[in-house]
C-alpha cells in the first residue's frame, strides 16, 4: 500500500501540467450530473399537477447570533427527520414572506406534526418570534421541450465526459511513461503502475459530484416555490445521496476507456 501511495502522488505530481484539462473533465461529469437531475425532476407530462401545500416556520433570530451560531442552528433544525429544508433570508427578502429581521425558514415535510414541530422550534433561546405561514400552490409543468433538451444535454454531456476522461487518461500516461516502465520492469504489482489513473479518474469524479451539489445549492435560491422545478426541492435528499457515487463511477468509467488502460 505503500508503494501505491507513492507511485500515485508521483504521479499526480507528474502531470500538475495538466490540472486544467483534468478540472474541465471534472466539470464536464458535473453537468451529466445536472442533466440527470433535470430529467429526474421534470414533470412526464404536460397537465398541471394537483395543488399542493406548503408549511414553513419563520424563526425570526436574535440579533446578537453570529454567522458561526446562525449556521449551527439551521443545521441542527435540518438534521430533524420532519424537516424538508432550512433556508436563511436577511432583513427585506420577501420569500416566502417579507422579512425585517434576520430569518430562518423551515419547511415542514407533508404530513408531519406541524404543532409539535413548532414547539421544538419556539423551545431555542436563540430564536425571539416563530411565525407559521401555509399556502397552497399548483405548479406549473415544464414543457415536454425541457425534457428533451434535457435528453439532448445528457448525451452531449456525457460524450464530452467520456472523450475528455480517454484524453486526460492518455496525456497522463504520456507523461508519466518513463517511471511507468521501470515499475512493470522492476516486477511490482500491476495495481501499483495502474492504480494510479483510477484513482486520478476517482477524485475527478468526486470532484465534479462536488460541483454538481454546490451548483444545486445555489440554484436552489433561484426556483420560485410554485414552479414545476419546485420538485428539485423535494427531492434534493436523493439527489444528493446518488451524486457521489455516479461521479465517481463516470470518473472510473473515462479512465477505463482509454487504450492505455
Known amino acids: 500500500m505503500k508503494a501505491f501511495f507513492f507511485a500515485s502522488m508521483d504521479f499526480l505530481w507528474a502531470n500538475r501540467r495538466r490540472i486544467g484539462l483534468a ?18 425532476t421534470i414533470p412526464t407530462q404536460d397537465e398541471p399537477a394537483p395543488p399542493a401545500s406548503q408549511r414553513f416556520f419563520l424563526l425570526t433570530l436574535s440579533p446578537l447570533l453570529s454567522e458561526a451560531e446562525i449556521n449551527e442552528l439551521a443545521w441542527e433544525i435540518w438534521s430533524w427527520p420532519e424537516v424538508q429544508r432550512v433556508a436563511f433570508r436577511f432583513p427585506g427578502e420577501s420569500e416566502p414572506e417579507p422579512v425585517s429581521e434576520r430569518t430562518l425558514v423551515v419547511e415542514i415535510q407533508k404530513g408531519t406534526d406541524s404543532e409539535g414541530t413548532g414547539a421544538k422550534l419556539q423551545g431555542f433561546p436563540e430564536v425571539t ?9 399548483v405548479p406549473a409543468p415544464a414543457p415536454s421541450a425541457a425534457r ?30 518513463r517511471e511507468l516502465r521501470l515499475l512493470r520492469e522492476s516486477g511490482a504489482p500491476w495495481w501499483v503502475w495502474r492504480g494510479p489513473r483510477f484513482l486520478l479518474g476517482g477524485l475527478v469524479g468526486i470532484l465534479g459530484a ?6 444545486l445549492y445555489v440554484g436552489m435560491r433561484f ?7 419546485a420538485e428539485l426541492l423535494r427531492t434534493l435528499p436523493k439527489v444528493l445521496a446518488v451524486s457521489p457515487p455516479v461521479g465517481l463511477l463516470l470518473g472510473l468509467l473515462g479512465t477505463l476507456l482509454s487504450p492505455h488502460s
Open 210 to 215: 462536488g460541483l454538481h451539489v454546490a451548483a
Open 223 to 229: 426556483i420560485p416555490p410554485d414552479s414545476g422545478w
Open 23 to 40: 478540472f474541465l473533465w471534472a466539470v464536464s461529469i458535473t453537468f451529466v450530473l445536472l442533466s440527470l437531475t433535470a430529467l429526474w
Open 129 to 137: 418570534k416563530v411565525t407559521v405561514v401555509e399556502r397552497t400552490f
Open 148 to 177: 428533451i433538451g434535457a435528453v439532448a444535454a445528457l448525451i452531449l454531456s456525457l460524450g464530452l465526459a467520456l472523450f475528455l476522461g480517454v484524453v486526460v487518461t492518455t496525456r497522463t500516461q504520456k507523461g508519466w511513461a
